[in-house]
Structure formats: structure tokens, C-alpha cells
């Protein structure tokens, strides 16, 4: 059928608004009944190509499950309780029901979050927001040490409230795993603080973050928790905790308890909303100093007052990692009486050391799993009785002997176990307490290093398979250009399936005792999709090409790929990945720029020079974009907010939104336009709904930045129009936009009707009537492009003002890339989704964030919803922060559609060959972080570099998998070849 007769007969579909399998086929109507059977056969096709994706996205994430489970670090929780039978058997004897007499009869617990140390101290002619506003511990402690003692507190990291305060409790370590579940805390199984004074019939009061509820349920006898997650609030929890707690101080109501437990919010919430360096932390500073100024006047004489930050916060007001402004928090605890040996200014003590020393000095067992030890100022008293010290000290020292022998005899505690015999050969006390002190701090020191222990079955096996789905994913992408793809995947599910039998029943035999069925099932399959590949491959040859580039273009791609993943073998490079990813991208660019030269006509070697240069200077422009992270210091200066410490957004970041947002369309359009492609839904879409869009969006950041600022008035925010505003775009793009894209399926062309005497003059043509499609050059291209849109809307919500702009340089880079693929003559090269991969990683960067626990964005959890929602918020978050992953991987079909001739055979495949070639280079990047994640695994940084960077990688690849298959294949491109399609008939 020439194109004047399918023109004829998109105009009469177009007419009839005929959808995907709209109209009845009739039975002598051949054209009609084969049109059916090629619909049928595309569903079929687009089923099993998400279904092939799908398996590689099982093969990954098993494999990364696999390595996971024996790299990340897990503690063994022991379920043995300290009680008043077990002091006998370390030499210990009862005081009145508990291990020492009690020297306080109350406590008052007040947990001050990311209250960081230098928080506490004056600092004279300091002009930081954070200084000389919190002043009354170091007052007291200056004026009256014998009643007063302030210590710099040290975190174990990571640096996250849970995990911070399972410590604080239990007196033990948390681990890395740890981190990850700080905002789904689980209760606490193992011996602590709150279960000694429960078993003791202590009463108990709690007021504020709602984190002590999920570790400790039903132990509080008065509580009054709030939601801790909502980091944009500053004041309800405070105001929450400061309204029942003055009236439980109150003389008349202290006999209601015997520890009253306050945790306040502020500080944090001020750090994470506008860094520490800014007037509302000034503030609140100011108010803990009133509240704990109206505590000390309350208290009771034999009453202890301990004050302390769980952690500390960084230059931006963020923690969960292990610089020492995150680490370094405050301790001040506090006596009417005079109880306490004076001290040397400044001490430095462990948080696991305030463990033993409340539950001896309030008469309690210490907790079984403890590895502190007691702090020397409480128990040497006010006539340095070191005689009482070292019996605390010995006590502690004996608890974690007892603990240790109990974990395990992997400890080696030879060097510990020296310290415990000098102290049992001397008589004098000073020298025993020195002796216990540095037996506890060894034993402290081999369980940090025990605990960095590795599975190393369980990594090994996680990493073979994940080379075997490397390998059936890259003889997948080479099979998509030989037309043995099919053949590759029997062949390797085959092999996966045999694989997961034979290695669940022989896995004994195999030395893989230590995995459970599931895994050995994973790890069978990876091994056996390798296998079926692999034979496939020898019984196919030369039928089956190996697996090498077949241009040029195919070899940069692969050099591209392969660089970018060797980074990670150091920690420099690992570190300064947000600089090496632009340098990728620029090479790329430079060579299009060479290669553009090339071209035969004219207009398309300038074009293309032109549009090599662009992408050379916008990748520029947002390598400038950055958050940097703290080894990058003091050679990096961060761009993404308003100034170094502060995560509060410029002025000029919102300019630039709106001007994104008057100009971005059109620059759109301009593209579409060269293809006469701005037709149909494209002027709805493009004109009216993102430009509306972006319009809400600047509105949106520019009441959140007046709330910061206070523009509207102190204490006047604008929350209620900011969620309407938010779920306005998201129901605009997410909901309204997808469903009149995928079910309306009207692609952006026109139907022009006219006569013609050169028609009529045709014999065929009797009537004169020409008819021209308008937009039919770029049909699959400008239809996609309207459901990237989509997409693209709906994350530049989730991204803070500097984000919004690099997102959409990411767009502009997008449209610039299809156009230098497209005059370059590579649309098919593996050159384009490795570029796009790249991107992925680049704005992934200049979005404001880095392979760090701390540069999480965690208050966009709220963008939408007022507390936290389940999964809305966490997908929130994801999206924040995997933002730049899911546009690109959204966008690899693009090269493929953009500018193809709706007569073209075989489209689902090339997408299909592009989606693999996309994965392939992600996947390659993430084994290459997770093989030096392991070999690195006793270096000094894993935990601050490897470990964080293999975390991302995982994550980012389990969505790009997730993305690929479900939004990319099998609804973007699927809806997209299936509406053209209906109108220009299918193409197998």
C-alpha cells in the first residue's frame, strides 16, 4: 500500500475514532482479518518481552539479595537478661535489690536530637547561627562542676536515630544493616535499660518521638508519643513534650514516676529544613535552653537530670554517617546536690558508656549485651573514692567478659584478656579501674572489628550470579542483532531452571550448606542461565555471533561502560565519581562533534555540530550543580543550595524554575516542529498541561521557600495549599495525563484534504484529492514523547528548586541526544542507552545528591502528604532520589521510535535490543561496585565509601530493571507501537 492510500485510510480511522480494536472485522475482508491476527501476535510478543525482562530483573535482585545477606553486617542478638542471680557468678554483691546502691532515686531523661557538641560550648565573637543560644550547661559546669558534668558524647555510627537509640539503651553496637530500617523500627528483643526497669517495677513516663514506642511497646506507664518523621515541623513534638511535661515536674506529680523519658524534635527538624547555620536554629536552641532552665528549677534533690543528643548533624544539617560533626553529639548530666568529681574540660566519653553508669547509679543490673563502662565522674563522688570506682568498673569489666565468652570464640581477645589479668595481680585501685577501662575499650574494639564479619559463601555466590545474568543479558542484547534472541532466552531459562534443581539438591555437596532452598534456587538459576547461554552459544556457532561491538560507535560504548565501572576499584575515584561522569559524557559529545563532520549534506553536518556542542555545554552546566560530600572537602563548593551550610534554596533557583517553566515548552516544540510533529494531543499536552504544570510547581517551591524564609509572617506557612498544589501536578501527570495518553491514542499528526490537478490528472485519482499526513515523519517519537512528559512533570514536583533545573537540562539533553543519534545514523548503536545511562548518573549527581547515607532527602517524603503515608511516602523519596534513573530509562525507546518510518518491521525488538543494552550497562557498573564493595571489604573507608555507593548501585538497578520492564516496554512503547499501529497497521 503506497503512503497516499495509508493516508487515505488513517484519515478514515482518524475519522472514525476507531480505538485499539475498535470496528468489527468482516469475513471477506482479508486486509482487516490479518490486521487482527498482527494485533494478536504484538500482544503475544510484548507479553513475552516483559516477561524476559522481568526474569532479569529476578536474576538481580536475587543476586544482589545474595550478596547483601553475607555483606552486610548483622549482629547476633543474645536474648540472655541480666538479673540479680547471674551478679554472683561475675563477683559482684546485691545492694538492695540491685547490682550498686542506688545513688539517684529518679532520673529525668531529656533527648535533645542532633544535638551536636560545639551546640554547647560558647564560642566568643561567633556569628554562626548555632553559638552562644544554648548556654546553661556550660554555665552550670563552669559555676559548679560538683554538680555539673559536660561531655562531648560519641555516636557509633551509623548516625541514625533508631540504631542510635537501641544503643543508648542496650549499650551495645548497631550495625550497618541497622540503617536501613531507622524509620520502621522494630521492638527490641534484646537486654536494656527499660526492661531492667520494668523488672524492677520502676514507673516509667515518656514523652515525644514516637521511635520509643516501636522499639519499646507497652513499657511506657504514662506516654504521649508523637510522629517523628516529618521533619518539615518544627514545633509540634516540642510543644507536645513541653505540655505534659511541666505538670509531671510539678512537686504535686512527681511521686507518678520514677523516670520520666522526654525526647524533643527541633533541633533536628531545624538542621534537616534549613541547615545548622540559620536563625530558626538559633531559636530553637534558645527555647531548650528556657525549657531545661525551667527543668533544673523543678527537679528534685534526688533527682538526676542526663541531657543528650543521639547524634550530631553535618554542614547541612543531615546525619547517618560517620564525620565527626555527625558523631560528635552533647552529654550534660546534672545534680542539685553535689555528687560528682570535677572534671578536665571537654572529656570525650562513648555512648555506650551511659549505659552501665544509670543502671548502677540507679541500682539495676547492668544490661547483659553492655560494652561500656562506667563514667568515673559519678562513682569517684566528692572525696574521689576510687576504691567504689574500681568495684563499678570491675562489675562492667566482668558483664562484657561475660557477654563476650557467651557470643562466641570467634572474638580474639588475647590482648583484652592481658589487661583483665593485670588488674586481678594489683591491689592498688586507681591502677584496676585503669586496667578494667582498657580491657572494656579492647573488647569494645575487637567487637567493632568481629562485627565487620563477612558471609563469604553467601557473597561469592551472590556475585556469580550476577555474572551470569551479565552474561545472558549481554548474549540477549547481541541476539537482538542477529535474530538469535529467542533462541538465547529458552535457552537460558532452560538452563535457569535445571540450574535451580541441581543446585538445590547437590548444594550440600557443593559447600553451600550455609544457603537456604531459596537461595541455592537463585543461585542455581544465575549459574544455569549462564550454562544454557553458554552451550547455546557452542552448538549455534557461527550461526550465533560472540559477543563484541560491531562499529565504532558499539566499541566507545563499550570503553565508555567499562571505565566508568573500573572507577570503583579506588576510593578516590569512587569518591569523585560526580566529576568523572561529565568527563564520559564530554568525550562522547567531542566525537559526535568530530563524527558530525562527516555527514554528506550540509544542513545536517552543521545541525549535527550544532547539537554536539549544545550537549557538550549543557552537560557543563550541570556538572556546576552539586552537593558535594565530606571527603570531596575543601576542594568542592556546594551549588545546590543557597550556601554551604544550609539546605535552604536560592532565590535565583526559583527564578530559574519559572523561567523553565515559560520557556521549556517551547523549546519543545521546536523540536517537534522540524518533524511537523507539534499536531494533535501535542499543543494540549506540551502548551497548556506542562506548562501549567511547571507553573504549579514554581508556586509550589515558592511558598515552601517563603515558609523558610517567613515571608508570609513568623509562624505562617502555607501547608495546606502546598499538598492541594502538589496533588494537582501529581494527579495531572501521574493519573489524567497517563490515562488520556494510553486510552485517548491519538498521535500527534493531521489529516490534510485537498484538491489537486496534478491528482486529478492521475488515473487512479479520478476525484483530485490529495491527502497529506502532517506529522507522519516522527509519528511513534512525538507520541512517546508526550508520556515521558508525563513523567518528566511529576519527578520535577518531587526535586528541590536546583534539582527542577537540572531536570530539565537533563530534558533539553534528552531531545539533543535523539538529534545527534539520528544524523549520526546510530538510533540502533549501543551508544545511545550507555549515554543515557550515563546521564542517569550525572543528574543523579547535580539533582543534590551523592552516594551517602546523609544526602537523602528525606522531608520530600511530605511533598504531597502531611505525615508519613505507606508507600507513598517512601516512593516519594525513591523518586527524589532516583529521579534522573527513571526519566532516562523511560527515554531509551526514544532513539529507537524517534523519526521512524511507521513502514518499519521489527520495532518492539529494536526497543527490546535498546532496554537490554540500557540494563547491560547499568548492571555492569552495579557488579562492579558490588565486587569491590567485597574486596574492599577490610578497608578503612567501606563503610563511608564502598559500602554507600554498592547500596545506591542496587537500589538504582533494581528500579532501572523495574522501570524497564513495566513502564518503558510495557506500557510506554507497547501503547505507543499498538496506537500507530491501529492507524498504519501492524509491522511484525
Not at 543521639?310 to 546525619?319: Q, V, Y
Not at 574500681?390 to 566482668?398: F, R
Not at 555507593?949 to 501503547?975: E, N
Request: hydrophobic share 45%; with cysteine; glycine share 10%.
Amino acid at each position: 500500500m503506497d503512503l497516499q492510500s495509508r493516508a487515505r485510510l488513517a484519515q478514515e480511522k482518524l475519522r472514525k475514532q476507531k480505538g485499539v480494536g475498535g470496528g468489527s472485522v468482516k469475513r471477506d475482508d482479508p486486509v482487516q482479518a490479518a490486521n487482527v491476527r498482527a494485533r494478536r501476535k504484538f500482544k503475544v510478543s510484548l507479553a513475552l518481552l516483559v516477561g524476559v525482562f522481568l526474569w532479569f530483573t529476578g536474576l538481580h535482585i536475587g543476586g544482589l539479595y545474595l550478596f547483601t545477606r553475607g555483606f552486610l553486617l548483622n549482629r547476633i542478638v543474645l536474648d540472655n537478661v541480666s538479673t540479680m542471680d547471674s551478679l554472683a557468678s561475675i563477683g559482684g554483691n546485691a545492694y538492695d535489690g540491685g547490682w550498686h546502691p542506688k545513688i539517684f532515686d529518679k532520673v529525668v531523661i531529656v533527648v535533645i536530637d542532633a544535638l551536636r557538641y560545639d551546640f554547647l560550648t560558647p564560642v566568643e565573637g561567633s556569628s554562626a547561627a548555632y553559638h552562644n543560644a544554648f548556654t546553661l550547661p556550660h554555665e552550670l559546669s563552669s559555676a559548679h562542676p560538683e554538680n555539673s558534668l559536660l561531655f562531648e558524647f560519641i555516636a557509633d555510627p551509623p548516625t541514625t536515630t533508631l540504631q542510635r537509640l537501641k544503643g543508648l539503651t542496650t549499650g551495645s553496637l548497631p550495625t550497618f544493616i541497622d540503617a536501613g530500617s531507622n524509620f520502621a523500627g522494630t521492638a527490641i528483643e534484646e537486654d536494656n535499660l527499660i526492661h531492667q526497669l520494668k523488672a524492677q517495677n520502676r514507673t516509667i513516663a515518656f514523652l515525644g518521638d514516637d521511635t520509643w514506642t516501636s522499639l519499646f511497646p507497652g513499657a511506657f506507664d504514662i506516654s504521649h508519643p508523637y510522629d517523628s518523621f516529618n521533619v518539615w515541623d518544627l514545633h509540634t513534638v516540642d510543644n507536645g513534650v513541653k505540655e505534659h511535661l511541666f505538670p509531671l515536674l510539678a512537686s504535686a506529680n512527681q511521686s507518678s514516676w520514677d523516670v520520666l523519658i522526654a525526647h524533643f524534635l527541633g533541633v533536628d527538624h531545624a538542621g534537616h529544613r534549613y541547615g545548622p547555620d540559620h536563625p530558626a536554629m538559633t531559636g530553637k536552641l534558645g527555647e531548650m535552653n528556657e525549657v531545661l532552665t525551667r527543668v533544673v528549677e523543678q527537679i528534685a534533690d534526688d533527682t538526676l537530670l542526663v541531657v543528650f543528643g543521639d547524634h550530631g548533624m553535618d554542614g547541612r544539617g543531615d546525619h547517618g554517617g560517620d564525620s565527626y560533626d555527625e558523631v560528635s553529639a552533647g552529654l550534660w548530666l546534672y545534680s542539685k546536690e553535689p555528687r560528682f568529681a570535677p572534671m578536665s574540660s571537654g572529656r570525650s566519653i562513648s555512648q555506650v558508656d551511659l549505659v552501665p553508669t544509670l543502671a548502677l547509679a540507679l541500682g539495676l543490673p547492668i544490661p547483659y549485651n553492655n560494652l561500656g563502662t562506667p563514667i568515673p565522674e559519678v562513682f569517684l563522688g566528692l572525696v574521689s573514692d576510687y576504691t567504689n570506682l574500681a568495684s563499678v568498673t570491675k562489675l562492667a569489666a566482668h558483664q562484657v567478659q561475660q557477654y563476650a565468652a557467651t557470643y562466641g570464640t570467634d572474638l580474639d581477645l588475647t590482648l583484652a584478656q592481658s589487661f583483665l589479668d593485670l588488674a586481678s595481680k594489683t591491689t592498688d585501685a586507681k591502677e584496676q579501674v585503669e586496667f578494667y577501662v582498657q580491657y572494656q575499650k579492647a573488647v569494645l574494639e575487637v567487637c567493632r572489628r568481629m562485627w565487620a564479619q563477612f558471609d563469604m559463601s553467601k557473597m561469592v555466590t551472590g556475585i556469580v550470579t550476577l555474572l551470569g545474568s551479565l552474561g545472558v543479558l549481554a548474549g540477549y542484547v547481541r541476539g537482538t542483532f542477529t535474530r538469535q534472541s529467542g533462541p538465547i532466552v529458552v535457552a537460558a531459562t532452560v538452563g535457569s531452571g535445571v540450574g535451580s534443581v541441581v543446585i538445590m539438591l547437590v548444594g550440600r555437596i557443593l559447600g553451600l550448606s550455609g544457603l537456604s532452598w531459596g537461595e541455592r534456587a537463585v543461585f542455581g538459576s544465575g549459574m544455569g542461565s549462564m550454562m544454557g547461554y553458554v552451550g547455546m552459544s557452542v552448538l549455534s556457532t557461527p550461526q550465533l555471533e560472540c559477543i563484541t561491538p560491531r562499529n565504532a560507535w558499539g566499541w566507545l560504548a563499550a570503553f565508555l561502560t567499562l571505565t566508568h565501572a573500573s572507577i570503583f576499584a579506588s576510593n578516590s575515584f569512587t569518591v569523585w565519581e560526580d566529576r568523572v561522569v561529565p568527563y564520559l559524557l564530554s568525550t562522547f559529545g567531542f566525537l559526535a562533534l568530530l563524527h558530525s563532520f562527516s555527514i554528506s549534506v550540509s544542513g545536517e553536518r552543521w545541525l549535527g555540530v550544532y547539537h554536539s556542542m549544545v550537549f557538550m555545554g549543557l552537560t557543563r552546566i550541570a556538572a556546576g550543580i552539586r552537593v558535594c560530600r565530606e571527603e570531596q572537602m575543601p576542594n568542592c563548593v556546594s551549588t545546590f543550595y543557597s550556601g554551604q551550610n544550609t539546605t535552604v534554596s536560592s532565590l535565583w533557583a526559583l527564578i530559574g524554575l519559572g523561567m523553565v517553566a515559560l520557556l521549556l515548552p517551547g523549546l519543545i516544540r521546536a523540536f517537534l516542529h522540524q518533524t511537523k510533529s507539534y499536531e494533535g494531543p501535542a499543543s494540549m499536552f506540551i502548551g497548556v498541561g506542562l506548562r501549567m504544570g511547571l507553573a504549579l510547581v514554581t508556586v509550589y517551591w515558592t511558598l515552601d521557600t517563603a515558609d523558610n524564609g517567613e515571608w508570609l509572617g513568623e509562624g505562617v506557612e502555607s501547608l495546606g495549599v502546598k499538598l492541594t498544589l502538589a496533588k494537582i501536578v501529581l494527579g495531572l501527570a501521574v493519573v489524567a495525563g497517563n490515562v488520556a495518553w494510553a486510552w485517548g491514542q491519538q498521535l500527534c499528526i493531521r489529516v490534510d484534504v485537498r484538491k489537486s490537478a496534478a491528482a486529478a490528472a492521475s488515473a487512479e485519482n479520478k476525484d483530485g484529492v490529495q491527502v497529506a499526513i502532517v506529522g507522519y515523519a516522527n509519528v511513534f517519537g512525538s507520541y512517546y514523547l508526550l508520556f515521558l512528559l508525563n513523567a518528566f512533570l511529576a519527578i520535577t514536583l518531587v526535586l528541590k528548586p536546583m534539582g527542577g533545573l537540572s531536570f530539565a537540562i537533563l530534558l533539553w539533553q534528552l531531545l539533543t541526544l535523539l538529534e545527534i543519534l539520528d544524523l549520526n545514523g546510530i538510533t540502533e548503536s549501543a551508544i545511545g542507552p550507555v549515554v543515557l545511562g550515563l546521564l542517569a548518573h550525572a543528574h543523579f549527581f547535580s539533582t543534590g545528591h551523592q552516594g551517602t547515607l546523609p544526602s537523602i532527602q528525606w522531608d520530600t517524603a511530605f511533598i504531597a502528604v502531611e505525615k508519613v503515608v505507606y508507600p507513598i511516602s517512601p516512593l516519594l523519596v525513591i523518586l527524589n532520589t532516583y529521579g534522573a534513573f527513571v526519566l532516562t530509562t523511560l527515554a531509551v525507546p526514544l532513539p529507537i521510535l524517534w523519526k521512524r518510518n511507521p513502514e518499519t518491521s521489527r520495532t518492539l525488538r529494536d526497543v527490546g535490543g535498546a532496554c537490554a543494552t540500557y540494563i547491560l550497562y547499568h548492571a555492569t557498573v552495579t557488579l562492579s561496585a558490588v565486587i569491590f564493595a567485597g574486596w574492599f571489604r577490610r578497608h578503612l573507608m567501606v563503610w563511608k565509601i564502598f559500602a554507600p555507593r554498592f547500596m545506591m548501585g542496587a537500589l538504582g538497578l533494581t528500579v532501572v530493571d523495574l522501570m524497564v520492564a513495566l513502564a518503558a516496554v510495557g506500557f510506554g512503547a507497547g501503547s505507543t507501537i499498538s496506537a500507530v499501529a491501529e492507524v498504519f497497521g501492524y509491522r511484525a
